[in-house]
């Protein structure tokens, strides 16, 4: 391969990341800028933040460009390419997703949510030329190129209009303009690939593209995948990594939120000064509903136990255990499908924090790897290099990082099982409770 480095940026929910990588997969430098993009925002601030980050690194020799970006955001174009709308996290493009829902039932749940958010803003504001996701976006800026890749929300078949034309994440979606160049200081020309979805990415990046393989995320959401050749009927389809390689799963919606919030309101206390089972609390990580094992979005998060002799670290260390116990919540449910994993992977910010990677370990009773990098960041510079023809496809999703492993404690795994009992029953009983 030839000299140079790879670049790889991530436009998360809270924070745009960009990280440099050697030729053969290990961190260089990383930099993180934030950007806090929950409720309605202004898209150019996704933009700014990158070309910030970008600043902090030393971009002169790159030799490949990736993006991956979360889901749920939406940057609605008009004709002349101009950004028209802000956007936006909440229900309003309801009934217009239940409508294509119904007219495309095989378009991704990321593209339908997109399209959904276009013709809302179509019906209500009028007519617009494209619509993307935030990782889009920042393609579309560095190479001029509108293009998006399945998992993210991109168009294919008639009526997805105006959704952008999908490619393969790995695909060349263009090449560094010079007005990006001017921007960023990455070279006029330098490849940039179309990009994906974050949680593929970090996947991808974590080196836990294998069938057999449990992708844990830790962040602004908390969700439990599982790498697999197929996905067994009545389980979700979340996206396909590479061609016979899919992923299916179940989020634990704003657990990262939750755990910002407890660390907020409890200003200096630790879950390694709490012994396991939080001194007899428990705590449901609802703040955004649930959505997974089951659907019931109007429940919210709970303490249970509490009488009083229960200290600061303790509360706090009753979060980091509920997120763990809602994870093994849905493992369980994709084993009575037929899908166990033979190795557990943790991605994300909460994942890099040794207490709570320990948590989930004993809850799951299993050994747990945190690669140690800005996996999404390393995702999409593999993507970057695949695109650019510097490393094939297959090498690039076998390329591991190194992990750092942590293993169970089974002496406490029998408490465990019994916190864990009474985390489901909690959550029973709160389940009954009106909104």
Request: contains cysteine; charged residues 20%.
């Given at each position: ?88 996290n909440d229900r309003r493009a309801h009934a217009e997703y239940r409508e294509l829902a119904a007219m ?47 998992a993210s929300g991109a168009g294919r078949g008639a009526g997805t209009a105006p959704l952008v034309a ?152 009753a979060v980091g255990e509920g997120i763990a116990y809602s994870l093994r919540q849905v493992r369980e ?103």
């Amino acid at each position: 391969m030839t000299a140079g480095v790879l670049l790889g940026i991530d436009i998360g929910s809270s924070w745009v990341k960009a990280a440099t990588f050697d030729l053969d997969g290990q961190q260089v430098d990383a930099t993180r800028v934030p950007c806090d993009s929950a409720g309605e925002f202004e898209p150019g601030r996704w933009w700014n933040a990158t070309v910030e980050a970008l600043h902090a690194l030393d971009c002169l020799g790159v030799a490949a460009v990736g993006v991956c970006g979360r889901g749920g955001s939406n940057v609605l174009v008009d004709m002349a390419g101009k950004v028209i709308a802000p956007s936006w996290n909440d229900r309003r493009a309801h009934a217009e997703y239940r409508e294509l829902a119904a007219m495309h039932p095989g378009l991704s749940r990321a593209a339908m949510n997109l399209l959904a958010k276009a013709r809302w803003w179509e019906r209500n504001h009028g007519p617009l030329s494209a619509a993307m996701t935030a990782k889009d976006f920042v393609v579309l800026r560095l190479t001029g190129a509108a293009v998006a890749d399945p998992a993210s929300g991109a168009g294919r078949g008639a009526g997805t209009a105006p959704l952008v034309a999908a490619l393969d994440p790995w695909a060349l979606a263009g090449r560094v303009t010079p007005e990006a160049w001017r921007a960023t200081q990455i070279a006029t020309g330098t490849p940039v690939a179309v990009g994906w979805h974050d949680g593929a990415a970090a996947a991808f990046g974590a080196g836990a593209a294998a069938p057999g393989t449990a992708v844990i995320t830790l962040g602004t959401n908390a969700v439990y995948r599982i790498v697999t050749g197929a996905i067994p009927r009545g389980l979700p389809l979340y996206w396909d990594l590479t061609p016979g390689v899919t992923v299916t799963g179940g989020d634990i919606t704003a657990a990262g939120t939750a755990m910002a919030w407890a660390r907020a309101l409890l200003p200096g206390a630790s879950m390694q000064r709490s012994r396991p089972g939080a001194a007899g609390v428990t705590f449901l990580p609802q703040f955004g509903g649930r959505i997974a094992p089951d659907l019931k979005r109007d429940v919210r998060g709970a303490f249970h136990g509490l009488d009083g002799t229960q200290t600061a670290d303790d509360m706090l260390r009753a979060v980091g255990e509920g997120i763990a116990y809602s994870l093994r919540q849905v493992r369980e449910q994709l084993a009575a499908g037929g899908l166990r994993a033979e190795r557990t992977i943790a991605t994300g910010g909460g994942a890099k924090e040794p207490a709570q990677a320990q948590i989930v370990a004993d809850v799951l009773q299993g050994p747990v790897l945190v690669a140690e990098c800005e996996e999404g960041c390393r995702g999409a510079a593999l993507l970057g290099a695949v695109a650019a023809g510097l490393i094939d496809l297959e090498a690039a999703r076998t390329l591991a990082p190194s992990y750092r492993r942590f293993a169970p404690e089974p002496a406490i795994a029998e408490a465990y099982d019994a916190a864990y009992r009474r985390f489901l029953a909690v959550q029973a009983a709160t389940d009954r409770i009106e909104p």
